[in-house]
């Protein structure tokens, strides 16, 4: 349960309004444009089976798209906005999909997410999460990915970034010093502080695959149990 602190995920920085009059159902123009880019790399670096847990799952387009698409993984959606949470239920609905699971809240800066009883994840999923939160969420991602994921599971980043502290287009630039303006606790993430940040954790970035618009792909895989 979220607790007082602000929120770990702010309201999403474009109309995600309803589909209709009393319709749940939310729709992301940026979930429209980018789930196929992003399924095409899930679907490389995803296990075949397993439990994937995502965080900041939005709409739920995004949830429900994967969870139909790569049909041996059960899709654990969550978000701390009920709102959000409603639309998730919907979309789950409207596909009637076995293979995803209701959405719950979690606040990732806390130390138990109550998920705890479905570990260890095969995999952690967020998409264009950590540049409309405060850093302290990322840290607490890495730190859940740490204590849930199983050794060789997969931390998975989409969105927006910086290399080296510079944007990697003057889009990026433009839209780092938006977000700021929005709240000066947002902004694009550099991968070399979640790469810094996540070591502590056992968590080593593997692969970047650049993607549409600027954004990147970014996955870490947890050390194995013989810290390797």
């Not at 939005?58 to 959000?84: N, Q, R, V, Y």
């Not at 990026?172 to 790469?195: C, H, S, Y």
Request: net charge negative.
């Amino acid at each position: 349960m979220l607790n007082s602190k602000p929120p770990a995920r702010p309201v999403a920085v474009e109309d995600r309004g309803g589909r209709g009059i009393g319709e749940a159902r939310q729709s992301s123009p940026s979930a429209a444009r980018n789930r196929r880019p992003i399924l095409e790399v899930l679907t490389r670096v995803l296990p075949n089976k397993g439990i994937v847990l995502e965080i900041g799952s939005g709409t739920g387009e995004h949830a429900t798209c994967f969870a139909k698409a790569l049909t041996g993984l059960i899709w654990m959606p969550s978000d701390p906005d009920e709102d959000s949470r409603a639309s998730i239920e919907a979309w789950i609905a409207t596909e009637d999909l076995a293979n995803v699971r209701a959405p719950i809240a979690i606040d990732v800066r806390e130390g138990v997410w109550g998920v705890e009883d479905d570990t260890p994840f095969d995999a952690i999923v967020s998409l264009n999460m950590v540049h409309i939160a405060p850093w302290e969420a990322a840290l607490g991602l890495l730190a859940g990915a740490g204590r849930l994921l199983r050794p060789n599971g997969i931390l998975f980043f989409y969105g927006p970034f910086m290399r080296g502290g510079t944007p990697t287009a003057a889009s990026n630039a433009a839209f780092d010093i938006d977000l700021r303006k929005r709240d000066p606790r947002w902004g694009v993430r550099d991968v070399d502080q979640l790469v810094s940040d996540a070591v502590p954790h056992g968590l080593e970035l593997r692969q970047v695959v650049p993607m549409p618009a600027n954004n990147l792909s970014l996955v870490f895989v947890k050390a194995d149990s013989a810290g390797h």
